[in-house]
């Protein structure tokens, strides 16, 4: 009986700490988001949160946030991931012009090795030898590292994190370039 009580008070605590912490989390999460999204797109007076809008991609989806400025497009911030960093997930926010070339990034997620695989967050927009990938239009780019034949310089001793990197921000382009057929380029074989 006491073992039953014990569990019963223990249960209950969870549950309220639960239902307190749930909104205030689900607040911060959105402010973050808000924070990636002007990070990566020009300015803007629209809401893009509020605009968002999924599109497909590789059997799952990318939510987009489009970025206006007297209602014409000028950016569309797209949240992005990749499953096969060295250790596991890798979410970026990326903002692309309405032509598709890269604005920005910013890596919102990760558990990559410190000291390397963290790097990301800032090696690829150094404009140093090939590693920025800012500027760059991902369909006349080749957006992957140069050991697969591509044209972006890994970051030194975390390829695989790189690749990570390369593979989400080339998921989001090509989301956003099969959702609006008007901006397709001429595509780099990949």
């Given at each position: 009986?006491?073992?039953?009580?014990?569990?019963?008070?223990?249960?209950?605590?969870?549950?309220?700490?639960?239902?307190?912490t749930?909104?205030?989390?689900?607040?911060?999460?959105?402010?973050?988001?808000?924070?990636?999204?002007?990070m990566?797109?020009?300015?803007?007076?629209?809401?893009?949160f509020?605009e968002?809008?999924?599109?497909?991609?590789?059997?799952?989806?990318?939510?987009?946030y489009?970025?206006?400025?007297?209602?014409?497009?000028?950016?569309?911030a797209?949240?992005?991931?990749?499953?096969k960093?060295?250790?596991g997930?890798?979410?970026?926010?990326?903002?692309?012009?309405?032509?598709?070339?890269?604005?920005?990034?910013?890596?919102?997620?990760?558990?990559?090795?410190p000291?390397?695989?963290?790097?990301?967050?800032?090696?690829?927009?150094?404009?140093?030898?090939?590693?920025?990938?800012?500027?760059k239009?991902?369909?006349?780019?080749?957006?992957?590292?140069?050991?697969?034949?591509?044209?972006?310089?890994?970051?030194?001793?975390?390829t695989?994190?790189?690749?990570?990197?390369c593979?989400?921000i080339?998921r989001a382009?090509?989301?956003?370039?099969?959702?609006?057929?008007?901006?397709?380029?001429?595509?780099?074989?990949?």
């Amino acid at each position: 009986m006491t073992l039953l009580v014990i569990t019963f008070v223990a249960s209950a605590a969870l549950a309220l700490v639960y239902n307190v912490t749930k909104e205030p989390i689900a607040l911060v999460q959105i402010e973050n988001k808000n924070v990636s999204i002007q990070m990566v797109l020009p300015a803007f007076d629209n809401q893009p949160f509020a605009e968002q809008f999924k599109i497909a991609s590789d059997g799952d989806s990318l939510v987009c946030y489009p970025a206006k400025n007297n209602d014409k497009l000028v950016g569309v911030a797209i949240e992005t991931y990749s499953k096969k960093g060295y250790s596991g997930l890798i979410s970026i926010m990326v903002g692309f012009k309405p032509d598709g070339t890269i604005i920005n990034y910013s890596v919102i997620e990760h558990k990559e090795t410190p000291g390397l695989g963290t790097k990301m967050g800032e090696w690829f927009k150094t404009e140093k030898n090939h590693q920025s990938v800012l500027g760059k239009n991902p369909g006349t780019f080749k957006l992957k590292v140069k050991k697969d034949g591509g044209e972006v310089d890994a970051i030194t001793a975390a390829t695989i994190s790189s690749r990570a990197f390369c593979e989400g921000i080339q998921r989001a382009y090509q989301a956003y370039i099969k959702s609006n057929p008007q901006n397709q380029t001429t595509e780099v074989t990949q």
